[in-house]
């Protein structure tokens, strides 16, 4: 989205735990760009890297509601990697910091309460006790206290945050197990979720848009998007995670049975809670990680969506893909998957 749409662009540096062989078709065009293989929870690899930035996007993070990884290496990558890069912008005079942040640092929270079509500004009890959701509302916190810090030469940091709901589209990983299963289940998908719950969702091409946009702005609305946060959105339609879902998986041939959920929510709290305890049984032995248990079943059964402008109103954010386009090219992903399985 950089090399497309920002023309003042001179050199791009991506850093990350891992450099896919794309990075390489991207290295073909005018502009520099320079793929760096490291770890955000080493500070001064960190360093290195941001050294001489004029704005650093941080984007890496550890997303993982599933206990494949431990709560202490969430809060390693998430909260200590935020300050490593907080500390590097400090340390070398980057002044521009843009942190992609998550719907979950304000919910759902541990009470289930719905937060419908909310803002920036709609009063919610943000209770977290899984360590995803609260190594993101730390790490946002440490984001949003550091605008104003002294960076080297003694201007300003300025700082803001965007906070995704949940992000679809091309490489979306949950996507595809739910396609693969439903291959497997004859092309059928179970209803679990009342269709009633509304689950906020956004186009990844709109995601890396509005980052752009707030990298470019930031430096001369600093006054006014300094310290903020701003929800990340597009016009994707409000619907349950699985309605939602079908919107992509409909056209690729599968279909989602039943009205109204096939299992009663307390046999699924039940069996949340058996994945739970397997999980601990079986971790010496192998990673069972099954995409239901009861984190993920209070997220995908309370409603949770936005519906603000703050961030047209700042920095004239408009979505870059139509709701149309988002569908169609996350259809046409879809079908590649299905493609390569067979
Ligand atoms: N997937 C979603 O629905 C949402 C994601 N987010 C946030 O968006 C960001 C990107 O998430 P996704 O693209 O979904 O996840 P992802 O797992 O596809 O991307 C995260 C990237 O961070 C890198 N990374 C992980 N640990 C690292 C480390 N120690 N050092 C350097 N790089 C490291 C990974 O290699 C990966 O490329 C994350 O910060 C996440 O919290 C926010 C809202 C919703
Ligand atoms: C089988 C169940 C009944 C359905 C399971 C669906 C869940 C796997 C997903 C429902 C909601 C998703 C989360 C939500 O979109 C918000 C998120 C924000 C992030 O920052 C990271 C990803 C996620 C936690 C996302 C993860 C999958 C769900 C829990």
Known sequence: MLLQQEPQLRELRIFDLHLGPWLEELKTGPVQVTAIQG?????HEVAAAVAGAHVVIHTAGLVDVFGKTSPETIHEVNVQGTRNVIEACVQTGTRFLVYTSSMEVVGPNIKGQPFYRGNENTPYEA????????????????????????????????TCALRPTGIYGEGHQIMRD????????????????????????????NVAWMHVLVARE??????????????????????SYEDFNMEFLGPCGLRLVGTRPLLPYWLLLFLAALNVLLQWLLRPLLLYAPLLNPYTLAMANTTFTVSTDKARRH????????????RTRTIRWVQAVEGSAQ
């Not at 930031?218 to 619907?239: I, T, W």
Request: charged share 20%; glycine share 12%.
């Open 178 to 205: 739910f396609y693969h299963q439903g291959l497997r289940l004859g092309g059928r998908l179970f209803r679990a979720i009342p269709a009633s719950v509304e689950h906020g969702r956004v186009y990844v091409g």
């Open 39 to 43: 770890d955000v929870t080493q500070a």
């Open 127 to 158: 209770v977290h006790r899984h360590p995803y959701p609260c190594s993101k509302a730390l790490a946002e916190q440490l984001v949003l206290e550091a605008n104003g810090r002294k960076v080297l030469g003694g201007l300003p940091l300025v």
């Open 218 to 239: 930031l430096e001369h609305r600093a006054a006014l998007m300094g310290g903020q946060v701003y929800f990340c959105y597009d016009n994707s339609p409000y619907k």
């Open 315 to 326: 920095f004239g954010y408009e979505p870059l893909f139509s709701w149309e386009e988002s």
